[in-house]
């Protein structure tokens, strides 16, 4: 099984950063991509960044350029700066990653979400 623990959510002012980060474990043979997704309240969970193993990035219209994904390999972490928050970027943040367990298919894990809020 893999285990995905995220941390790092908070209260923030506007215009403030935080550093989520998201540590996967458990009997892993590989992860392939990585993501951060967040739903706020009443609406539906979006992707928000995702990284693939190698390092390739991509990110939300609303996250480009405020936001940066990446990961340590050797850790099996993954971690979401954001920088410029603003208020509708509250939300719960899930981590999410496409892995591999010992003995098991691969697989679309979650962890439990961290809440970030953005005071204005």
């Known amino acids: 099984q893999v285990q995905l623990v995220e941390s790092g959510g908070g209260l923030v002012q506007a215009g403030g950063s935080l550093r989520l980060s998201c540590a996967a474990s458990?009997?892993?043979?590989?992860?392939?991509?990585m993501g951060w997704y967040r739903q706020a309240p009443g609406k539906q969970r979006e992707l928000v960044a995702t990284?693939?193993?190698?390092?390739?990035?991509k990110y939300a219209e609303s996250a480009e350029g405020r936001f940066s994904i990446s990961r340590d390999n050797a850790k099996n972490t993954v971690y979401l700066q954001m920088n410029s928050l603003k208020p509708e970027d509250t939300a719960v943040y899930y981590c999410?990653?496409?892995?591999?367990?010992?003995?098991?298919?691969?697989?679309?894990?979650w962890g439990q979400g961290t809440q970030v809020t953005v005071s204005s």
């Open positions: 458990g009997t892993i043979v590989m992860i392939n991509d």
């Open positions: 990284i693939s193993s190698s390092g390739s990035t």
């Open positions: 999410s990653a496409h892995a591999q367990a010992w003995g098991a298919a691969v697989f679309r894990y």
